[in-house]
């Protein structure tokens, strides 16, 4: 059973970082394409950062590029998203969902059908100004 927990949330002050943790289970998440995603109060579902091994690079949304940094440890089976120089606009509830590994995935993550199946519960994430 694909399983995925986002954590790591909690309210920072503008200027400070978190790192979010998605903890997979039932599969590896160097076989398929981690998604993070954040959606605010009366907003659209935002894709803000992806990582797949099929993809030369990381994907990051325009709003977060030189302020968030993905990675992935294989032995834990996590993706996290460290996220500095935080915004009163990056105040959202974040969750990671998975996606096959093809290339070309991740510029494609606003794309994604997300359902209970392929991603988690969220973790909230409120900056203050």
């Known amino acids: 059973e694909v399983q995925l927990q986002a954590s790591g949330g909690g309210l920072v002050q503008a200027g400070g970082s978190l790192r979010l943790s998605c903890a997979a289970s039932g599969f590896s998440v160097d076989d398929f394409a981690i998604g993070w995603f954040r959606q605010a109060p009366g907003k659209e579902r935002e894709g803000v950062s992806c990582i797949s091994s099929s993809d030369d690079r990381p994907y990051y949304a325009d709003a977060v590029k030189g302020r968030f940094t993905v990675s992935s440890d294989n032995v834990e089976n996590t993706v996290y998203l460290q996220m500095n120089d935080l915004k009163p606009e990056d105040t959202a509830e974040y969750y990671c969902?998975?996606?096959?590994?093809?290339?070309?995935?991740?510029?494609?993550?606003?794309?994604?059908?997300?359902?209970?199946?392929?991603r988690g519960q969220g973790t909230q994430v409120t900056v203050s100004s």
């Open positions: 969902a998975v996606a096959g590994s093809a290339r070309g995935i991740c510029p494609l993550l606003n794309h994604w059908t997300l359902s209970d199946n392929n």
